[in-house]
């Protein structure tokens, strides 16, 4: 574009979480004219911190940390002075026993019986014969688990929780989403680590990672801060009712808002709503095939049980998996052990619970009082975490569409609404549910900022974020070395 229709462009970013606000931050910082359209009442999507009381309760423990320095450095300049470095503990629960995780094989030979054990290594075995040596072919999350750890350590560690999360088989998930999580991990790779620990092209497991003192909403906040004092328009309470495109950099974006309906001019949209819900609410119209595609896009829903504890510390944990099937909850944070920051409190803490769901099952229909004191049993009486009554309040937040399942037919259904939207020049697409990809803030902070380069044609493909060939988990000492200490961001 010449640099007379630059001057012109005005782009509109749907939502308000991490990835568009980062394209918004980027744009904005580059002189581009940008207004933000976001729903709620807050910003930051599902990386949202809840205020009960003094208590800062983030919906789901988010970390931050990514192996691209660049990116490191850009978010410790956004947040100097607000940064705090946690150790990471990260353990499952299981039968009663405490596992480290992600799974160390030194640890889980020390807290196995024998039997166990040799049942765990002849499935191994199997495994590995079955994929690596008769190419059995990986179809779905348990083919992709099994093949990585075997059949029982499958069973112990990752079955039980998985179908937790998505409310499916293991045989009806696409091992997609295997492959974009733990790609490159596996039981052989992390003995082999065990083993060769000193050597100095070593992979290591994230031990520490980043957090803003006052809560992971902060990051949003500032992204927002920083967008309006560069003098653009962050608005909220303001729901999108549809978009027309015009033709080619020409588009109404139409909203409703508390003085009722109103829309806005654009050259460009940037989305990070549902995608699903994108591909239905603009016109021209798609067809059947791609409707019917949108339809079947779903996301699994997220209930916090957020818990003021009389006690100092429930656990050392910064995550806590819990794999019953028959308590509530799959997943517990305690965010005072995130930074003491989160409590005002420093002789009591509190617990995040969270209970993955869909709006139409018993859960989600069930009042608050019912869900948190279920919660609140399932921890005292099968857990045996805290007393009943060491509870002394508790809040329930509600989040819809926080994770994107990847169903068998997921890819062929991504493809069809893409080829739609393809046409519309001037539409992109961004973020966790605007790409129905299942991003961690860090990457889809990445996606905006990149596309903001590219929106204004100085490179990036913000669509091969996420899509790396290692383990997310784990880096080698150079990515190591490589990522700044705290003090680097105070003079960056």
Same mark, same amino acid.
């Given at each position: 574009m010449?640099?007379?229709?630059q001057?012109?462009?005005?782009?509109?970013v749907?939502?308000?979480?991490?990835?568009g606000?980062?394209?918004?931050?980027?744009?904005?910082?580059l002189?581009?004219?940008?207004?933000?359209?976001?729903?709620?009442?807050?910003?930051?999507g599902?990386?949202?911190t809840?205020n009960?009381?003094?208590?800062?309760?983030?919906?789901g423990?988010h970390?931050?940390?990514s192996k691209?320095?660049?990116l490191?450095?850009?978010?410790?300049?956004?947040?100097?002075?607000?940064?705090?470095?946690?150790?990471?503990?990260?353990r499952?629960?299981y039968?009663?026993?405490?596992y480290?995780?992600?799974?160390?094989?030194?640890?889980?030979?020390?807290k196995t019986?024998?039997?166990?054990?040799?049942?765990?290594?002849?499935?191994?075995?199997?495994?590995?014969?079955?994929?690596s040596l008769?190419?059995?072919?990986?179809?779905?999350?348990?083919?992709?688990f099994?093949?990585q750890?075997?059949?029982?350590?499958?069973?112990?560690?990752?079955?039980?929780?998985?179908?937790k999360?998505?409310?499916?088989?293991?045989?009806?998930?696409?091992?997609?989403w295997?492959?974009?999580?733990?790609?490159?991990l596996?039981?052989?790779?992390?003995?082999?680590?065990?083993?060769?620990?000193?050597?100095?092209?070593?992979?290591?497991?994230?031990?520490?990672?980043?957090?803003?003192?006052?809560?992971?909403?902060?990051?949003?906040?500032?992204?927002?801060?920083?967008v309006?004092?560069f003098?653009?328009?962050?608005?909220?309470?303001?729901?999108?009712?549809?978009?027309d495109?015009?033709?080619?950099?020409?588009?109404?974006?139409?909203?409703?808002?508390?003085?009722?309906?109103?829309s806005?001019?654009?050259?460009?949209v940037?989305?990070t709503?549902p995608l699903?819900?994108?591909?239905q609410?603009?016109?021209?119209?798609? /067809?059947p095939? %791609?409707?019917? $595609?949108? +339809?079947?896009?779903?996301?699994? =829903? #997220?209930?916090?049980?957020?818990? @003021?504890v009389?006690r100092?510390?429930?656990?050392?944990?910064?995550?806590l998996?819990?794999q019953n099937?028959d308590?509530?909850?799959?997943r517990?944070?305690?965010?005072?052990n995130?930074?003491?920051?989160m409590?005002p409190?420093?002789?009591r803490?509190?617990?995040v619970?969270?209970?993955?769901?869909?709006?139409?099952d018993?859960?989600?229909?069930s009042?608050?009082?019912?869900?948190?004191?279920?919660?609140?049993?399932?921890?005292?009486?099968?857990?045996?975490?805290?007393?009943?009554?060491?509870v002394? /309040?508790?809040? %329930?937040?509600r $989040?819809? +569409?926080?994770y994107?399942?990847? =169903? #068998?037919?997921?890819?062929?259904k @991504?493809?069809?609404?893409?080829?739609?939207?393809?046409?519309?020049?001037g539409?992109?697409i961004?973020g966790?549910?605007g790409?129905?990809?299942?991003?961690?803030?860090d990457?889809s902070?990445?996606?905006?900022?990149?596309?903001?380069?590219?929106l204004?044609?100085?490179?990036?493909d913000h669509?091969?974020?996420?899509?790396?060939?290692?383990?997310?988990?784990?880096?080698?000492r150079?990515?190591?070395?490589?990522r700044?200490s705290?003090?680097?961001s105070q003079?960056?």
């Amino acid at each position: 574009m010449s640099d007379d229709s630059q001057s012109q462009r005005h782009i509109v970013v749907l939502g308000a979480g991490p990835a568009g606000l980062a394209c918004a931050h980027e744009l904005s910082r580059l002189g581009a004219r940008v207004t933000v359209v976001e729903r709620n009442s807050y910003v930051g999507g599902l990386c949202r911190t809840v205020n009960y009381k003094g208590y800062r309760f983030d919906l789901g423990g988010h970390r931050w940390f990514s192996k691209n320095p660049d990116l490191n450095n850009w978010f410790k300049r956004l947040m100097a002075g607000e940064l705090v470095d946690v150790d990471r503990i990260s353990r499952v629960f299981y039968q009663g026993t405490f596992y480290d995780y992600p799974i160390r094989p030194l640890d889980v030979i020390d807290k196995t019986a024998t039997t166990t054990l040799a049942v765990a290594g002849l499935s191994y075995a199997k495994a590995s014969i079955e994929y690596s040596l008769l190419r059995k072919p990986i179809r779905h999350i348990e083919d992709a688990f099994t093949a990585q750890f075997g059949g029982k350590l499958f069973d112990m560690f990752f079955r039980q929780y998985t179908e937790k999360v998505w409310g499916r088989s293991c045989r009806e998930l696409s091992a997609d989403w295997v492959s974009q999580r733990s790609k490159g991990l596996s039981i052989r790779r992390l003995a082999r680590e065990a083993v060769q620990r000193g050597s100095t092209d070593n992979t290591s497991l994230i031990e520490q990672f980043m957090y803003p003192r006052y809560g992971y909403m902060r990051i949003a906040e500032r992204l927002a801060e920083d967008v309006q004092d560069f003098g653009n328009t962050v608005l909220l309470n303001a729901s999108v009712t549809g978009i027309d495109y015009q033709g080619s950099h020409d588009y109404r974006v139409h909203y409703r808002d508390s003085e009722g309906a109103q829309s806005l001019a654009a050259t460009d949209v940037v989305s990070t709503i549902p995608l699903g819900l994108l591909t239905q609410m603009i016109t021209p119209a798609c /067809d059947p095939v %791609v409707r019917k $595609a949108a +339809n079947g896009l779903t996301f699994r =829903d #997220l209930i916090t049980v957020n818990l @003021i504890v009389d006690r100092e510390q429930v656990s050392p944990d910064t995550w806590l998996y819990v794999q019953n099937r028959d308590i509530v909850f799959g997943r517990i944070h305690e965010p005072k052990n995130w930074s003491p920051d989160m409590v005002p409190d420093t002789g009591r803490t509190s617990l995040v619970l969270e209970c993955f769901c869909f709006r139409d099952d018993a859960l989600w229909q069930s009042s608050d009082d019912e869900i948190a004191q279920r919660c609140i049993a399932d921890l005292a009486d099968q857990l045996g975490f805290v007393h009943a009554d060491d509870v002394i /309040d508790w809040t %329930v937040v509600r $989040a819809p +569409n926080a994770y994107p399942i990847y =169903d #068998l037919e997921y890819a062929d259904k @991504i493809a069809a609404i893409r080829g739609y939207l393809d046409a519309f020049e001037g539409l992109e697409i961004a973020g966790r549910g605007g790409t129905f990809r299942y991003n961690n803030a860090d990457h889809s902070i990445e996606m905006g900022l990149l596309l903001g380069q590219r929106l204004l044609d100085l490179g990036g493909d913000h669509m091969a974020v996420n899509t790396e060939s290692g383990y997310q988990e784990q880096a080698t000492r150079d990515e190591m070395a490589a990522r700044p200490s705290l003090s680097d961001s105070q003079s960056a």
